[in-house]
DNA sequence: ATGGCTGTATTATGGCACTGATGCACCTCG
DNA sequence: CGAGGTGCATCAGTGCCATAATACAGCCAT
């Protein structure tokens, strides 16, 4: 009834560029270590490997990974932390205040529904 | 950097959506009301007149709206809290969810920015 | 050196959502 | 009846997304 903003809806590559940033604040990935190669995800995740790449491509562009050309891509050290504070900041900039402001008009308090853990 | 969820990447339609369905639920469209027509409306927003029934449609297949032919359309009585309901369920099922573990994983509490009026 | 693994560039294609222009059917009011 | 206001259907254009099939360039262990 409400086609708003599930995550469904996003193209994959954006799906999966999520996921892997998850991964990497996580400690899934560990600095250092070296990213699932473009092949192997894509067939993991039913994907073609080029949009595959096409999410690996944003965090080269933020230096947040290493490419080894032949050999594979690696998470560069403190790319968590770092990946951590930007994500952190645009979401308060970009989402938050929309967020606060429609949960108002609906009725509901953000403070309540935190310990819903 | 981050091309994640910014209403600015929303089709202009279903930003047309919020903001109508928020204009109900505050009273600005009150109850047994006409909403503005599609051509003004589009004038007014600098949209196309089917871009704003596209989102018009949306309220009338909820029976939210009642439609009169060469007339206009007239916000149906009780519009306000149904809608109301329907989006927090709606929010509660399929947004809370996501944004809470994320808000999470970023290390930020919504008991704390919910005082950031 | 060779086979097998990496990432990457190229080109083409199909699908789908969004937007837009035009015209038609309907109603109300003078 | 006719003018001007409604909503709505149809058709077309555009761009993004995803996929596919190759092919190439680099590295490494055997």
Redesign the interface.
């Given at each position: 009834?409400?086609?708003?903003?599930?995550?469904s809806n996003?193209p994959v590559y954006?799906k999966l560029r999520d996921q892997i940033a998850?991964a990497i604040?996580?400690g899934a990935y560990p600095e250092g270590a070296m990213l699932p190669s473009v092949r192997a995800l894509a067939a993991e995740q039913g994907a073609n490997p080029l949009t595959v790449a096409k999410a690996y491509q944003?965090f080269q562009n933020?230096g947040l990974v290493e490419v080894q050309r032949g050999v594979g891509m690696y998470v560069v050290r403190g790319a968590a932390e770092r990946l951590?504070a930007?994500?952190?900041e645009?979401?308060?900039r970009?989402?938050?205040p929309?967020?606060?402001s429609?949960?108002q008009?609906?009725?509901?308090?953000?403070?309540n529904?935190?310990v819903?853990l």
């Open positions: 009834m409400n086609p708003n903003r599930p995550s996003r954006l998850a604040i996580d944003q933020d951590r930007t994500e952190r645009t979401f308060l970009e989402e938050w929309e967020i606060r429609r949960m008009r609906l009725g509901l308090d953000p403070a529904l935190a819903v």
